[in-house]
């Protein structure tokens, strides 16, 4: 298991079909509908050391959401600044996890509209199999 935080921002939409984002970036450029928390302290090393299947809760003053994905086989995500979740099968060195049973899109309007007025969200995320045992 391992946890971060994220701030919210006022121009989060959720919007994105395909993926979710968090960026250690304090701004959201241009369209960055699948951001969902700027000024993320994840830590790439904490992260590469989960495998399998991940459930992904979301948590910003009580409200919660969650998911699940995949990390890809033998896969380490390398960039430092922004960590991706597909529901597709792309991997590039910005994706984390594949095969997510949500995008940006299907997260809990309310949290979104907390994380629009800049609530910070707790991010933790679980190894399926071990969160089971």
Avoid: W
């Amino acid at each position: 298991m391992t946890s971060f935080t994220v701030k919210g921002h006022p121009k989060i939409t959720g919007e994105h079909k395909s993926t979710l984002e968090f960026t250690k970036e304090d701004h959201i450029a241009g369209n960055g509908d699948c951001i969902l928390g700027v000024l993320s302290n994840h830590n790439i090393d904490e992260l590469n050391r989960l495998t399998g299947r991940l459930i992904f809760v979301l948590n910003v003053d009580g409200i919660e959401d969650s998911f699940e994905a995949t990390i890809p086989k033998n896969h380490k995500i390398t960039d430092e600044k922004e960590l991706v979740i597909r529901t597709s099968s792309f991997v590039s060195p910005r994706t984390y996890a594949i095969g997510s049973t949500k995008s940006s899109l299907e997260i809990d309007r309310e949290l979104i509209e907390a994380l629009k007025n800049g609530k910070e969200m707790k991010v933790t995320i679980y190894e399926k199999a071990k969160s089971m045992q």
